[in-house]
């Protein structure tokens, strides 16, 4: 018996050494291999690990270094996470953290999946309590991030309402602030700018305390490229100078490195180059120091816009297909929508119509696929149930303070008389009973009103499908005749085979434009561009002695429902086939307007229009589709000669 403890407790002895010389070895090997120069913070941190004798204190430093892994190359943040590992103990709050580290190592190195797995399989796992509260914070915000990363916006929105639910539970100013940066981002890649600049500026006014906009100084980045992506550049230098400030006050060189990025774009809108070139130049510096996968493929898009505006578009075109090769690789939707983008500014500077019409093709199928995974629905009823939840919040410490003023209130009117304590808490309750069930009815309309936009999104759905159905219905009547007619041997084969053809493309037409628009609950002004744009190229090829110009002043972007954007872009063609048919006009102007109010104008240099033109029917049916979709339509006459069409909605 004796030999056996004296066996364990030599066993246990020799399993301490081991761990400790494990960790003086890595410590070693860290000094040899790991000298490179990042921030003064992280070299202060790392010369605390390598002469710290105390495990615990090397653990806290470890840790504290792991959290700057923004400013860290992926080699020296994979070194120390492995030198935590050796010594945080398993199941501690000090492992969670740990652990989280390596997650956002993984999603650093592009390896998400990895990363996603992961956090999963560690939220499963730590505890539920205070002492594992900032780790479990930790863990959530990490999967919000790569949600974004991959394209999962609902899912970062759900994640940020969870994080801000707990941090106002723990009263914490910190995550208060940072769980609006996770909702403001989810957002913003949605292209939802107002949306995700609301939630960005409850954020930044949710404290006084500099230090926490130090910690959460992408709050005034994000908004900052939110203001510069409507066309408000004054606010957004405004902001991106102190998200600069505040990330180089934070040494957090990755975020200094996007907010270069952010700045630079501003200035190439600007027209000030060499401005733009300065902050390019110095943030692919300080990525090249850190190395990041998800941000370079940004920051190549942002050098691929800059090759478009100077007219170095054959630069620009290398550059944003590799860093397309790359992001197709990593999944990232709304990383491949900004590529796309950067590359059809480089089709269009070079005069490549044909690639340009192709890329704006690819542009529309991949926000199609995005609004797919990223309902407008789901995140909706995200936020009533993060209301929801924070109103009976509320209730629940009203009828917390409601009990405890009573035992005071008792206490107190007790040494006055008995009748008028009775009154005195009859009246109290009363008032509270009834702001109770006022604050209850509000949630509830809330939830109505909910529920009653929805029930008027299926109703035009199926309106939509009824316009369809009665649509199809002339083609298919039309394509019997003309298979009719040719059983009989009186009648033009050539011609025939003519309208048969014709027929079957306007109905292919006619579904692929309402399936457009069924796929989405709502349509931007700048969705229908992109289609016409598209329709307009492959339409001209047919007209090569018209000229056309297409242009775009949408400083505010505005959504509609379905059937409206239908009517729109039906009664579009119908404007500009009358044009090109009737009018015997050489050149043809379109504008997307959107500046407070929505407008579109089609122009021709034609001959104008008769009276007969102005009652016929293809006119008639416009003005019943814009009155139906509450806009106005106006066809006026244009000096020396030509027709001015002008659509408006306020």
């Known amino acids: 018996m004796i030999s056996i403890c004296f066996f364990s407790f030599t066993v246990l002895i020799m399993k301490k050494a081991i761990r400790c010389f494990s960790v003086l070895v890595l410590i070693l090997v860290q000094k040899l291999y790991y000298t490179h120069a990042q921030t003064p913070i992280t070299d202060s941190l790392k010369q605390k690990i ?92 990490n999967r919000s991030n790569i949600y974004i990363h991959t394209s999962r916006q609902k899912e970062a929105i759900n994640e940020g309402f969870i994080i801000l639910k707990n941090a106002e539970k723990a009263n914490d100013a910190y995550w208060i602030a940072r769980s609006y940066i996770g909702i403001g981002w989810a957002n913003m890649e949605l292209g939802k700018y107002e949306d995700a600049i609301k939630w960005l500026s409850t954020g930044i006014n949710s404290t006084n305390d500099e230090k926490i906009l130090v910690r959460c100084n992408y709050l005034f980045s994000n908004i900052a490229s939110c203001y510069n992506n409507i066309g408000m550049q004054d606010s957004a230098f405004h902001f991106i100078e102190l998200g600069l400030k505040y990330a180089r006050l934070a040494q957090n060189l990755s975020q200094v490195a996007n907010s270069l990025n952010i700045r630079a774009d501003i200035y190439i809108k600007q027209k000030s180059y060499l401005q733009a070139a300065t902050d390019l130049e110095e943030a692919l510096k300080i990525r090249q120091q850190i190395g990041d996968k998800i941000y370079i493929v940004a920051d190549m898009a942002q050098l691929s816009s800059f090759y478009a505006s100077i007219n170095e578009t054959k630069k620009g075109i290398e550059v944003a297909k590799e860093a397309i090769a790359i992001a197709t690789k990593l999944k990232s939707l709304s990383r491949l929508i900004f590529i796309y983008n950067s590359l059809a500014e480089n089709y269009k500077a070079a005069g490549m119509n044909n690639e340009y019409a192709q890329v704006l093709e690819k542009i529309i ?130 011609t025939i085979t003519e309208n048969l053809e014709e027929n079957v493309q306007s109905m292919v037409a006619q579904l692929n434009n309402t399936i457009w628009v069924l796929k989405n609950e709502q349509l931007s002004l700048i ?120 659509f408006t909605n306020t």
């Open 527 to 646: 969705s229908l561009s992109d289609r016409f744009k598209l329709w307009m190229q492959r339409l001209m090829k047919s007209y090569t002695g018209v000229t056309y110009q297409f242009s775009e002043n949408i400083v505010n972007d505005r959504v509609y429902t379905p059937s409206v954007m239908l009517n729109l872009f039906y009664s579009l063609i119908e404007c500009v086939n009358n044009s090109l048919k009737h009018s015997g006009c050489t050149a043809i102007k379109i504008e997307f307007n959107n500046n407070g109010s929505s407008s579109i104008i089609v122009e021709d240099n034609g001959k104008g229009m008769s009276e007969n033109i102005v009652y016929g029917n293809g006119i008639m049916q416009v003005k019943q589709r814009m009155k139906e979709s509450g806009w106005t339509v106006q066809w006026i006459p244009v000096e020396p000669h030509g027709t001015r069409i002008i």
């Open 50 to 141: 390598h002469s710290s004798t105390q495990l615990n204190e090397q653990l806290d430093n470890v840790i504290k270094l792991c959290a700057r892994g923004h400013s860290l190359s992926a080699d020296t943040f994979y070194y120390f996470i492995r030198l935590g590992q050796q010594i945080a103990l398993p199941g501690s709050p000090e492992y969670f953290l740990v652990e989280n580290a390596y997650v956002r190592y993984l999603a650093k190195v592009g390896k998400t999946k990895e990363a996603d797995f992961l956090v999963d399989s560690l939220l499963k796992v730590i505890p539920q309590n205070e002492k594992y509260y900032d780790a479990s914070q930790w863990l959530r915000s």
């Open 365 to 494: 199928k991949l926000k199609d696929s995005l609004s797919e995974k990223n309902s407008a629905e789901a995140i909706a009823n995200f936020e009533a149930k993060y209301e929801l939840q924070k109103k009976e919040n509320i209730i629940v410490q009203q009828e917390m303070r409601i009990s405890r003023n009573r035992y005071v209130t008792i206490g107190s009117l007790l040494l006055l008389a008995l009748i008028s304590l009775i009154l005195g808490l009859g009246y109290r309750n009363r008032q509270l009973i009834k702001n109770r069930k006022m604050e209850m009815d509000l949630v509830e309309q809330r939830v109505q009103g909910k529920v009653a936009v929805k029930q008027a999104q299926e109703n035009e759905r199926k309106r939509i499908a009824a316009d369809l159905h009665d649509n199809i219905g002339v083609y298919a009547a039309a394509i019997t005749h003309n298979v009719r007619s040719l059983k009989s041997d009186g009648n033009s084969m050539q």
